[in-house]
């Protein structure tokens, strides 16, 4: 294998972090990866895994080996009653994927699109969005054995996805931190597929479409549904076509949604939400009501609650706020920024680690709830 030393991994992580690989093997195929393995020693020495560096907060050197992951392509896989069985290599950029998939003509990961980061990472975070999580539509993935070399595959049942959580992100004895790489990832995309529009941005959109058609049945549900804080439950089916958008229009919408919310990581750096949400009982909540009434919560299908962390950070204040030149994002508290992006003096991951941490501190004091972050810091 080819080791390259001393690289810069600044243009490779989101947050724009000054911060150099000592050594770094970029993976361009299975087998690369592969003979990588017999190379090294990964089983005493477990090398750090960069993919879309959308998810990290480097705070220092990475002395580790770094594998680079850059095995690309996109395909079809097979055709079945129900779905599009759709796979894409592991250094794929995430939105990429997405946009040509509903191109193709099969919908289902709309929903996700435009978030940062590569194919591969995808189910190590079980990303999710507006309704959809990557297990809604994960069929299987590909991975290698950082100790042995060889290739496996797993299926839903055995990636124990949970909220932005999966068997990878854990070094237990079952756990994969560490001990394998994601190769490739595939889809199952329903053919019989509707709309998800349950969400509130998106429900605005969704109203917004339908005030724009102009046949009475159309103007008929338009105001019915106006009139719901959420969308009809109604069967799709029952609907005229012209009122169903199509998976493409509901792309654009989520990249309109997010461009409005987000900041694009190539102006201002960033690792987009920082803090995962957090779930409490229906008593948690009802005592936090008590004290904000303002809270914003969600029910979830298993009785917990979950509640918005930009909320909780937003009402302690820390909006437009930071630490050196780390930032809390204007436009959305649960977003830190590299304030110094594309000057002399960006931000540190030490000041970085040292907001975040005076935030949950924040929190923690003000509601009793202790945010954890969702990225890798290393």
Same mark, same amino acid.
């Given at each position: 294998?080819?080791?390259?030393?001393?690289?810069?991994?600044?243009?490779?992580?989101?947050?724009?972090?000054?911060?150099?690989?000592?050594?770094?093997?970029?993976?361009?195929?299975?087998?690369?990866?592969?003979?990588?393995?017999?190379?090294?020693?990964?089983?005493?020495?477990?090398?750090?895994?960069?993919?879309?560096?959308?998810?990290?907060?480097?705070?220092?050197?990475?002395?580790?080996?770094?594998?680079?992951?850059?095995?690309?392509?996109?395909?079809?896989?097979?055709?079945?009653?129900?779905?599009?069985?759709?796979?894409?290599?592991?250094?794929?950029?995430?939105?990429?994927?997405?946009?040509?998939?509903?191109?193709?003509?099969?919908?289902?990961?709309?929903?996700?699109?435009?978030?940062?980061?590569?194919?591969?990472?995808?189910?190590?975070?079980?990303?999710?969005?507006?309704?959809?999580?990557?297990?809604?539509?994960?069929?299987?993935?590909?991975?290698?054995?950082?100790?042995?070399?060889?290739?496996?595959?797993?299926?839903?049942?055995?990636?124990?996805?949970?909220?932005?959580?999966?068997?990878?992100?854990?070094?237990?004895?079952?756990?994969?931190?560490?001990?394998?790489?994601?190769?490739?990832?595939?889809?199952?995309?329903?053919?019989?597929?509707?709309?998800? @529009?349950?969400? *509130?941005?998106?429900?605005? +959109?969704? $109203?917004?479409? #339908?005030?724009?058609? =102009? %046949?009475?049945? !159309?103007?008929?549900?338009?105001?019915?549904?106006?009139?719901?804080?959420?969308?009809?439950?109604?069967?799709?089916?029952?609907?005229?076509?012209?009122?169903?958008?199509?998976?493409?229009?509901?792309?654009?919408?989520?990249?309109?949604?997010?461009?409005?919310?987000?900041?694009?990581?190539?102006?201002?750096?960033?690792?987009?939400?920082?803090?995962?949400?957090?779930?409490?009982?229906?008593?948690?909540?009802?005592?936090?009501?008590?004290?904000?009434?303002?809270?914003?919560?969600?029910?979830?299908?298993?009785?917990?609650?979950?509640?918005?962390?930009?909320?909780?950070?937003?009402?302690?204040?820390?909006?437009?706020?930071? @630490?050196?030149? *780390?930032?809390?994002?204007? +436009?959305? $508290?649960?977003? #830190?920024?590299?304030? =110094? %992006?594309?000057? !002399?003096?960006?931000?540190?991951?030490?000041?970085?680690?040292?907001?975040?941490?005076?935030?949950?501190?924040?929190?923690?004091?003000?509601?009793?709830?202790?945010?954890?972050?969702?990225?890798?810091?290393?």
């Amino acid at each position: 294998m080819f080791v390259e030393k001393n690289v810069p991994l600044q243009p490779y992580n989101s947050f724009g972090i000054v911060a150099k690989a000592q050594q770094l093997v970029r993976i361009s195929s299975t087998e690369a990866l592969q003979a990588a393995c017999k190379e090294g020693n990964f089983a005493a020495e477990p090398p750090f895994v960069l993919g879309g560096g959308c998810n990290i907060v480097l705070t220092g050197d990475v002395k580790p080996l770094v594998l680079k992951m850059e095995i690309m392509g996109k395909r079809l896989v097979e055709e079945t009653a129900r779905h599009f069985v759709v796979e894409a290599g592991a250094g794929e950029n995430w939105h990429e994927f997405v946009a040509w998939s509903v191109a193709q003509g099969w919908p289902g990961l709309e929903n996700l699109a435009l978030i940062p980061g590569s194919v591969g990472a995808a189910p190590v975070q079980n990303i999710g969005a507006y309704g959809v999580e990557l297990q809604d539509r994960f069929h299987s993935l590909d991975a290698v054995n950082l100790h042995t070399g060889e290739l496996f595959t797993l299926e839903a049942s055995q990636c124990a996805f949970g909220y932005r959580d999966s068997v990878f992100k854990h070094a237990t004895q079952t756990g994969l931190l560490g001990k394998a790489v994601i190769t490739a990832v595939r889809f199952a995309l329903p053919k019989a597929w509707r709309p998800e @529009v349950s969400y *509130a941005d998106l429900s605005r +959109k969704y $109203a917004d479409f #339908l005030s724009q058609i =102009g %046949t009475s049945p !159309a103007q008929n549900l338009r105001e019915v549904l106006l009139k719901q804080e959420q969308l009809s439950r109604r069967s799709w089916a029952e609907m005229l076509p012209e009122l169903i958008p199509s998976a493409s229009q509901i792309l654009d919408w989520v990249v309109q949604i997010r461009r409005a919310k987000l900041p694009d990581p190539a102006v201002i750096g960033n690792a987009g939400s920082f803090f995962k949400n957090p779930f409490v009982t229906p008593e948690q909540r009802a005592d936090i009501i008590a004290r904000e009434p303002k809270v914003v919560s969600y029910n979830m299908p298993d009785g917990s609650i979950k509640l918005a962390a930009g909320w909780l950070i937003d009402a302690c204040g820390w909006k437009g706020k930071g @630490v050196g030149n *780390a930032g809390v994002y204007e +436009k959305q $508290a649960l977003v #830190l920024v590299n304030k =110094g %992006t594309g000057t !002399a003096t960006p931000a540190t991951g030490g000041e970085v680690m040292t907001l975040a941490k005076a935030i949950q501190t924040s929190v923690y004091e003000r509601f009793g709830i202790l945010l954890e972050p969702e990225p890798v810091v290393v």
